[in-house]
């Protein structure tokens, strides 16, 4: 396997806290089934937060940022039932991200924590 790109993002949980008080940024960055899980969770502040710094170094990796056609709702962080996070990519999203890499077939790692204020994560692309 050949690594694509690499990235890594950390970010205030505070900030995040701010933000989700506004109901456009909810649903500008967060899929409905991040927003389901999270809602569910004792540390809620913590769970959007560690799926932003995701999504953030997810969009590092590929070389894009924020940019580009890239939505932050059609990235998706998700957990395997052993509680192992994994992102999901959708849509328009998917296809600019097939186009960016030009295969099909590419394996995306993900690692997040949170530490009462700060959530982090780390992301690689390989094909």
Known sequence: ?????????????SRIKNSLKNKFFLSRIYNKDE?????????WTNCF?????????????????????INFNEIIVLNERNGKPYIKVINKTKKIVEKKIKKKNYRISLSIADEKNYAVAFVTITT
């Open 1 to 13: 396997m050949k690594i694509f790109g690499v990235g890594t993002d950390i970010v205030r949980v």
């Open 35 to 43: 927003v389901t899980k999270c809602k569910k969770n004792k540390n």
């Open 49 to 69: 937060a560690k799926r932003f710094a995701a999504k953030e170094a997810f969009s590092k990796a590929l070389g894009t940022g924020i940019s580009k056609g």
